[in-house]
């Protein structure tokens, strides 16, 4: 498939499913008030795809890799993140193996974009 739109790119799809899944999460219960990890988290699920949507217009492959670059450490930091809302009781195990197999997925496309474009240079 051509991508023509950052709305077309795997890896913002995810994004923006796993960031809908947090807002979802942090919503309720004690999570809703603990306003510093629930803006946290929020904010590094929604770098995930607000990243990639930047980088897709960034004009070079090098820059949008950067982006992507930004994008996939937010996964990364939202797992972390899911590991404090566990701790502090604030999900289920269920809950953050979901979100957090989520986030992995997301960060493995990414990454797989990243390596793609590093390999595929544009003429």
């Given at each position: 498939m051509k991508i023509e739109r950052?709305?077309?790119?795997?890896?913002w799809q995810l994004?923006?499913?796993?960031?809908?899944?947090?807002?979802?999460l942090t919503a309720c219960g004690l999570f809703a008030a603990?306003?510093?990890?629930k803006d946290q988290i929020q904010r590094a699920a929604g770098s995930i795809?607000?990243?990639i949507a930047e980088g897709?217009?960034?004009?070079?492959?090098?820059?949008?890799?950067?982006f992507l670059g930004y994008s996939k450490r937010s996964c990364t930091e939202v797992q972390s993140e899911l590991y404090l809302a566990l701790d502090r009781g604030y999900i289920s195990q269920t809950?953050?193996?979901v979100a957090y197999k989520l986030a992995g997925e997301?960060?493995?496309?990414?990454?797989?974009f990243i390596h793609y474009l590093?390999?595929?240079p544009k003429p």
């Open positions: 950052f709305e077309d790119i795997e890896g994004g923006r499913k796993l960031a809908n899944q947090i807002y979802d603990d306003f510093g990890l795809m607000h990243n897709f217009d960034s004009g070079t492959n090098p820059e949008f890799v950067r809950k953050f193996e997301a960060k493995a496309v990414v990454g797989g590093r390999n595929h």
